[in-house]
Each structure stands twice: as structure tokens, then as C-alpha cells.
């Protein structure tokens, strides 16, 4: 009997998983309700174009739906097998790839990072907006230092932002994921932009690294203060 890690690694299994998660997350975005914040953010962020969108890990699963047709997405996405499943989804929901990570530290040499990194400068050399998760694997809502290079060297701007709905399953997980549940009221939260300059040095870095935990924190903080209006959230181990 094949066990459950072997078929998890089977092409055909991934995909099925990836085109089954990519559908539901349309029905719940079909089924809910949308507040943008900033309301005139996609007529306002023209100068801010391309941007680095910057979420935290478990925030992820709907980002796609914040994207409006006008512009091109690429979302760097890991080579676990996991990973293959949410780049499916992203295809199907019309968001790039660029697959690869870094790891804890500025390190690009492991799993893919430098090329991965070269193809996100890349990709905002040619105007995509990059998106990308903030927090390393395993570290949630502490910001990695690759963000904040990646926006040092393209000299793009990183603008926190996050998706939330009202009805959701909350899971006890290392990346706070929240498992977004049909006929919701949805958010979608912008921060401001977060500027690193070429120039800036290790201590400098450090300072926006930490700005950019303090914007997504914010976000996220905003677009659950809007959808939730005494709603209970079930929690889950």
C-alpha cells in the first residue's frame, strides 16, 4: 500500500490538490463580501509600481483575489512538495511563480534561493509586482532579512498587505494559517510603502526589517478589525 508521503509526491495527486484549493478559494472569494482599505488604493499606487507585496506566512491562501486584472503578479514559492501544490493554485488563479527560498539568514546559495532571488529582480525589472511571504519557515511573524534586501537592490518598494475573512477555521500551527470559509465578510488590507535605500547599512537594514514586521503586523490587526463584528472563530489543533 503506497503511504501517504509517497502519493503526496505524485505529480497527479499535487495537481488534483492544487486545482481542488484553487476552486474553493474562488468559492469563497464568489461567496464573500470585499472591503478594500485604503477604498482608492489601486487608483492611488500607480508611483509605487512594481512593488514587493509583502504577507506573512499563513496569511497567503487569498492574496490572490487582491490582485486587480490591470496588473502581473509573481509570487515566490518554495520547492517543497507543499509548495508545488500552492504554485498550482497560484497558476490557476492567474498569479507567476518564481520557485525557490531562502534561508533564516541572507543566505541565497541554499534551496534555489539565488536564482530565485535573481529571477525576482528580474521579474520587477520587467514591472511585475513581486509577492512574496516576509517571515522565514518555521519563524512566524518575524521578518526575514531577504525581503528587505531584495527591496535594498531593486530599489522597489515593499507594501505590507493581507487578506481576511469573517468566517474562518483558525489552526494551532507554527504559521497561525487561517483556513477561510465560504459566504465571509472579506478584507483586503494595504500598508503603507516601505522604502530601503541602497545605501543603507547592516543597522539601517535591521531597522527596516523591523518596519516591515510593523506594517504587516498593522495589516493584519486592520483587516480583522473589519471583519470581525463579534463572529466566533473555531479553533483547531
Known amino acids: 500500500m503506497l503511504s501517504f508521503k509517497r502519493m503526496a509526491r505524485s505529480q497527479f495527486v499535487q495537481r488534483a490538490i492544487g486545482v481542488a484549493a484553487s476552486e474553493y478559494l474562488r468559492l469563497?472569494?464568489?461567496?464573500?463580501?470585499?472591503?478594500?482599505?485604503?477604498p482608492d488604493m489601486y487608483e492611488t499606487w500607480g508611483p509605487n509600481l512594481p512593488f514587493i507585496a509583502a504577507m506573512w506566512h499563513g496569511q497567503h491562501f487569498l492574496t490572490p483575489f487582491a490582485k486587480p486584472s490591470s496588473v502581473s503578479v509573481k509570487v515566490l514559492v518554495s520547492r517543497h512538495r507543499?509548495?508545488?501544490?500552492?504554485?498550482?493554485?497560484?497558476?490557476?488563479?492567474?498569479?507567476?511563480?518564481?520557485?525557490?527560498?531562502?534561508?533564516?539568514g541572507r543566505r541565497y546559495d541554499r534551496k534555489g534561493g539565488v536564482g530565485a532571488f535573481m529571477n525576482m529582480l528580474k521579474a520587477l525589472e520587467q514591472g511585475h509586482i513581486v509577492a512574496m511571504t516576509a517571515d522565514v519557515p518555521k519563524?512566524?511573524?518575524?521578518?526575514?532579512?531577504?525581503?528587505?534586501?531584495?527591496?535594498?537592490?531593486?530599489?522597489?518598494?515593499?507594501?505590507?498587505?493581507?487578506?481576511?475573512?469573517?468566517?474562518?477555521?483558525?489552526?494551532?500551527?507554527?504559521?497561525?494559517?487561517a483556513l477561510n470559509l465560504p459566504f465571509s465578510r472579506m478584507a483586503i488590507v494595504f500598508g503603507e510603502a516601505i522604502r530601503v535605500p541602497r545605501d543603507a547599512d547592516e543597522n539601517a537594514l535591521e531597522g527596516y526589517r523591523r518596519e516591515v514586521e510593523r506594517g504587516l503586523n498593522a495589516v493584519v490587526e486592520r483587516a480583522y478589525a473589519i471583519v470581525d463584528r463579534g463572529n466566533k472563530v473555531v479553533d483547531r489543533g
Not at 469563497?28 to 485604503?38: A, I, Q
Open 28 to 38: 469563497v472569494r464568489r461567496t464573500s463580501t470585499v472591503t478594500l482599505d485604503p
Open 139 to 177: 519563524v512566524s511573524r518575524v521578518a526575514g532579512n531577504g525581503i528587505v534586501t531584495l527591496a535594498q537592490i531593486s530599489g522597489r518598494p515593499i507594501v505590507p498587505f493581507t487578506v481576511a475573512t469573517s468566517r474562518r477555521i483558525q489552526l494551532k500551527t507554527w504559521d497561525q494559517s
Open 82 to 104: 507543499d509548495g508545488e501544490i500552492n504554485a498550482i493554485a497560484a497558476e490557476r488563479l492567474g498569479i507567476g511563480t518564481i520557485r525557490g527560498s531562502g534561508d533564516h
